[in-house]
């Protein structure tokens, strides 16, 4: 849910994700023992397992080459669905993962009870709307369908980004718990369907628009110049759809995820790879970690509030 914003620093718009995907996941954590919670940093020949979201992207191999250069090598993960790194996270199978925004996070973390949190920040990304029929939103008759992910945090910020281009409105204005049932249909211009993220792409033809996770974009054939509409990222409450590294919170303070944050965050190949891969969309962030936690438990108690 190439999540990722996206893919920036402030609190709460219409959801980025990152989204932020991945194939199957095998093995246990192996970071040695130097790399435990307060741990003395990288050691020689320690390896980190880290969830990401899409293995190929142009970030990843420098950033794999970059932490070598410190002592640290860098497994990288890669799933095939949102909805894995974050249990694979929990269960110690792997030790960080990155892929998705705080507001991603804050629901796992509410539905499962776990305690994953943030370490750091890395981008942002505008959440985009796409079309094959139509090379205007003006253009879409009144009565079409078009699609949004599936999943919460992204249907959320899906449908705020239509609320903004005209197509519907939502009852209650738009918050980051909106879905399909808050859209106001006598006062909406389209209809508006829900689909997994990773299906999106190919369904495409069949509706006359649809949000599109920056992951998949180039799945659909398509760039992300070539999006009608989309959301700002800079908006100063876009803070909860910033994209994070994650870890379980005994290892909140573990110097050698943060050293492999630094690099991320800092490494000027690994920023060019980052904005390579987004078709020049993502935003860097390098947030106070304590912004990022403290956004994260407004979301989570915003969270139990609405259920």
Same mark, same amino acid.
Do not use: H, W
């Given at each position: ?37 307060g741990g003395s940093g990288a050691s020689e020949d320690e390896t980190v397992k880290i969830g990401v979201v899409g293995k190929g992207d142009a970030q990843w191999a420098p950033f794999v080459e970059a932490a070598a250069d410190e002592g640290i090598t860098v497994e990288l993960v890669d799933f095939g669905s949102y909805e894995q790194p974050n249990p694979a996270l929990t269960e110690g199978e792997i030790d960080l993962n990155q892929f998705q925004h705080i507001v991603y996070l804050a629901e796992y973390n509410t539905a499962s009870g776990s305690d994953l ?47 903004? /281009? #005209? @197509?519907? $409105? ?13 859209? *106001?249909?006598?006062? +909406? ?82 920023? /060019? #790879? @980052?904005? $390579? ?13 304590? *912004?990022?936690?403290? +956004? ?12």
């Open positions: 849910m190439s999540i990722t914003a996206s893919r920036r620093t402030t609190s709460v718009i219409a959801a980025l994700a990152a989204v932020p995907l991945f194939v199957a996941l095998a093995g246990c954590a192996t970071a040695s023992s130097d790399a435990g919670s949190t943030p370490i750091g920040s890395t981008a942002i990304y505008p959440l985009g709307l796409y079309s094959q029929k139509f090379d205007d939103v003006d253009d879409i008759p009144e009565g079409e369908t078009v699609a949004v992910p599936d999943d919460a945090s992204n249907q959320a910020r899906a449908l705020l980004v239509l609320q903004s /281009a #005209g @197509l519907i $409105e939502l009852k209650s204005g738009g918050t980051i718990f909106s879905d399909l049932s808050d859209v *106001d249909t006598d006062k +909406s211009k389209v209809k508006v369907t829900a689909l997994e993220a990773a299906l999106i792409p190919t369904s495409l033809p069949d509706v006359a628009a649809a949000i599109i996770n920056n992951d998949f974009v180039e799945d659909a054939g398509l760039t992300f110049e070539d999006a009608i509409a989309q959301d700002d990222p800079e908006d100063p409450n876009a803070l909860p759809y910033a994209n994070i590294f994650a870890a379980r919170a005994e290892d909140a303070d573990n110097e050698t995820y943060l050293k492999l944050v630094e690099i991320f965050q800092t490494n000027e190949d690994v920023q /060019a #790879g @980052l904005l $390579e891969s987004s078709g020049n969309t993502a935003v860097p962030l390098q947030t106070p970690v304590e *912004d990022l936690v403290a +956004s994260l438990k407004k979301v989570q108690e915003d969270t139990e509030a609405n259920k």
